[in-house]
């Protein structure tokens, strides 16, 4: 336990000892700020055209605004993960560090776990540069608040998953803009496996439609809570960190 | 201490370390030489449990590093060729993280970082960024960082390679320093660091050992058996010419070769190498004297261990000849 805080504690420093993390916060910020613009300035315009046509009941904020920033912020999510997964494992290994914790009496587990809890940490932080901007929609009106903290709850899981599968692939090379490159393509396709959904409706288009992270998201986006897809989450996140550790293990093995 | 058996490492295409086994006591500097790709960063590799062996057991303070890598890692510090260094960290900050990786107590954390910064002259450095520091300072930090949890055995990878001279010297006192507290491996390519540093020395060529643990003293008084004598002779009115001095000298019994070195105003120059096991000054002596020709100096030739070097690996590899033909 110590080991695995000690290995959080220095990654988790290191994002913010380099200029990468707040690179990485601004463009997240800049990238929701605009969306959350334009999503609030379409809502303002609909609410004022539909109170000139006369409706009596307000339009629903969760339901125009929340939803689908949440689902936005969803999709940045697949350009900030790479940066912040790439150089978890490459660096290490290119700067020859990785022997250090490697041969230090820490167990290979715990360095996975340490690394991946920091990322996650971090980010965290990016989203809640996004929660910043969602507080204002509380001063102008009334949201319902329980939907927007499941909608975060699945913001971290999805992250989470795509976060174990960027440190696993940052542990397969020395170089950091193929550990970016390759998670990248790896979340870009988790993603896009949704789409056959459009054109595939045999066992095998659901098959691949359900390993898209993007259809377990949607119902959190709802503020729905589906166990399946908390499921689905968590047991990715297994997968990725139990690849993470099997492939340390080969470095050994290999190297 | 530390006690390798049958060590063997293969990487895919290549064997990397052949066969080899010896034994370190405890308390011994262990100079580790090779020339560059003969085996030893992979052998320390292993001996750090950085990688398994292929075949062979390697154990250290009787813990094996395939069984009980836990245990191993808990009593090793480890230097890298490169310092394993995160150039954004603070020397200090650096070294607490390293002391709680290797398991040091918080209540003791503090005092063992100040002590090893103390001890490797870093102490003032504490609040500098390490990517701020001179390669000499750098390779400090690395020492400091092996031995902040006081491990019984100390493996160090080429400890001065890139420092210059005075680093390198101050590098030596150091590791001399730590000496007696620790068991140290320490590899080179460099000859005269060995001297200098180790009590002991393991030669290693092309992954295969070339000699056992041995003192300095002792190699060289192995292959003393086969004595070098320097030979001057100072020759009257052009006689004798080299080619029959040189002659001369090869006939004497027991000598196996007469290399003439550079000739200074006039006077011949020679080595002579005898045969395993004999004694030869005095018959060079005799053979001198009785052809008419002034000898001016007899001398043996200390051999160094730049020498030891290349006439084990040569040795080696005459064997290895002879077994393919």
């Not at chain 1, 700020?33 to 055209?49: E, R």
């Not at chain 2, 701020?132 to 019984?152: C, E, F, T, W």
Request: aromatic share 10%.
């Amino acid at each position: 336990m110590r080991n695995i805080l000690t290995i959080y504690r220095k990654e988790l420093k290191s994002y913010f000892a380099s200029w990468v993390g707040y690179v990485v916060i601004a463009f997240f910020a800049v990238i929701f700020g605009y969306f959350f613009y334009v999503a609030t300035a379409i809502f303002v315009n609909q609410s004022f055209q539909s109170q000139m046509m006369g409706r009596g009941f307000p339009m629903d904020m969760n339901e125009w605004v929340i939803r689908p920033l949440m689902m936005n912020v969803s999709v940045i999510g697949l350009f900030v993960i790479p940066m912040i997964t790439m150089r978890l494992f490459a660096e290490e290994k290119r700067s020859g560090t990785i022997e250090l914790l490697m041969t230090s009496p820490v167990r290979d587990l715990e360095i996975v776990l340490g690394k991946w809890l920091a990322a996650l940490t971090f980010y965290a932080c990016v989203l809640a540069v996004s929660a910043l901007n969602l507080a204002f929609l509380f001063i102008y009106g009334q949201p319902d608040w329980k939907p927007i903290l499941v909608a975060y709850l699945g913001l971290l899981l999805q992250g989470g998953c795509l976060l174990a599968f960027g440190t696993f692939i940052s542990s397969l090379t020395r170089n950091q803009i193929i550990a970016a490159g390759g998670t990248f393509a790896a979340c870009l396709l988790l993603w896009v496996f949704e789409w056959v959904t459009a054109y595939e409706t045999s066992t095998w288009g659901r098959v691949i439609a359900y390993l898209s992270v993007l259809t377990h998201f949607e119902p959190f986006a709802k503020g729905l809570l589906d166990t399946k897809d908390v499921v689905f989450y968590l047991s990715a996140i297994f997968l990725g960190l139990f690849l993470t550790a099997r492939s340390m293990e080969s470095l050994r093995w290999r190297a | 201490m530390i006690k390798v058996q049958g060590l063997t490492k293969r990487y895919a295409r290549t064997v990397a370390v052949d066969d080899i086994s010896f034994e370190v006591q405890k308390g011994q500097i262990v100079g580790f030489l090779g020339p560059n790709g003969a085996g030893k960063t992979t052998t320390m590799r292993v001996l750090t449990c950085f990688l398994p062996p292929t075949a062979g057991t390697a154990q250290i303070a009787g813990y094996d590093v395939l069984e009980q890598p836990l245990e191993v890692k808990r009593r090793i510090g480890y230097l890298p060729e490169t310092p394993p260094l995160y150039p954004e960290m603070e020397v200090s900050e650096y070294l607490l993280f390293v002391g709680k990786l290797k398991g040091i107590p918080n209540s003791e954390l503090k005092r063992r970082v100040e002590e090893v910064s103390e001890r490797c002259a870093i102490g003032e450095y504490g609040d500098k960024l390490i990517s701020k520091l001179s390669r000499g300072y750098r390779q400090r930090v690395g020492l400091a960082q092996a031995i902040i949890h006081n491990p019984d055995v100390l493996i160090l990878d080429e400890p001065t390679a890139g420092l210059d001279p005075k680093q390198i010297i101050e590098t030596r006192e150091l590791i001399k320093g730590l000496a007696g507290d620790h068991t140290i491996i320490l590899s080179t390519h460099i000859l005269s660091e060995v001297e200098q540093t180790c009590q002991h020395v393991i030669i290693i060529n092309k992954g295969k050992l070339v000699s056992q643990p041995d003192t300095v003293e002792n190699l060289t008084r192995r292959l003393r058996g086969a004595e070098s004598v320097a030979v001057e002779i100072e020759p009257r009115d052009g006689v004798p010419d080299a080619a029959t001095a040189q002659r001369r000298l090869e006939q004497v019994a027991g000598v196996s070769r007469v290399i003439q070195r550079e000739t200074r105003d006039g006077r011949l120059l020679f080595e002579v190498e005898s045969l395993q096991g004999r004694q030869v000054r005095g018959e060079l002596a005799r053979a001198v004297v009785s052809a008419g020709w002034n000898l001016n100096e007899l001398r043996p030739v200390a051999l160094s261990l730049e020498k030891i070097f290349l006439e084990l690996t040569a040795s080696e590899q005459q064997r290895a000849e002879g077994g393919a033909r």
